[in-house]
């Protein structure tokens, strides 16, 4: 009889601790994003970065954000920013462009010369595919759970305009998830294109429908 109660109390439990636990990562993913939003609001405000030298800034990586990388200057740079936009937990960052936090993995986009989302280079840094003109306007990130359903359900995504959104799909789990640069972007437009409008409370282009998160 003991037994018995025990397994109820066990079926009970768990599913509880873990739904509590994916809350609660997730939550704290959509901070961490908040966080971001306004690390790269300073760090353009400030032109920490003004590769094409015409007095506007151009967004950053997190490596960058966090000091773990010198700032791009001209791909070369020495400098690191100081004092740091971002916790240091983002100077690691993977050999598939990511970070891993608390449950979650996050990957920045920034455009090349052709509008397409340009991920974060192994161990942080800027590809030298990225475009001066176009990362002053422009950067995404997305957001997604190590293991969905476990340590959450909701991949995120932010841009330059601040708003998340997010989608369920179990699709989006651990590493170098097949998350493209246009995937919570609306239709029409490449699976890569960064630069059209955000689809909220529509399909994205990955066809999962988006929905704006509450602040």
């Known amino acids: 009889m003991v037994l018995v109660v025990l397994a109820i109390l066990i079926t009970m439990v768990i599913p509880s601790m873990i739904a509590s636990k994916s809350e609660a990562n997730e939550t704290a993913a959509a901070t961490t994003l908040r966080n971001i939003v306004q690390a790269q ?12 030298k015409n007095g506007t800034g151009e967004y950053a990586t997190l490596a960058e954000l966090s000091g773990g990388v010198p700032i791009r200057e001209s791909l070369g740079g020495t400098k690191r920013l100081s004092p740091v936009a971002l916790v240091t937990a983002f100077q690691t960052v993977t050999a598939n ?15 090349d010369a052709t509008g397409d989302g340009v991920r974060e280079l192994a161990g942080g840094g800027v590809d030298p595919a990225v475009d001066d003109e176009l990362a002053e306007t422009a950067w995404c990130i997305y957001a997604w759970p190590q293991r969905y359903g476990t340590t959450g359900r909701r991949t995120m995504f932010a841009n330059q305009n601040g708003d998340i959104t997010f989608t369920e799909s179990a699709t989006y789990t651990g590493a170098n998830a097949p998350i493209v640069a246009g995937a919570a972007f609306a239709a029409p437009g490449g699976a890569d294109d960064m630069l059209g409008a955000v689809a909220v409370n529509a399909a994205g282009r990955d066809g999962n429908t988006w929905k704006a998160a509450v602040r």
Do not use: I
């Open 41 to 52: 609001v300073e760090f353009v405000t400030r032109k920490s970065s003004d590769q094409d």
């Open 97 to 111: 462009g990511e970070v891993l936090r608390q449950g979650y993995y996050f990957r920045l986009y920034v455009p």
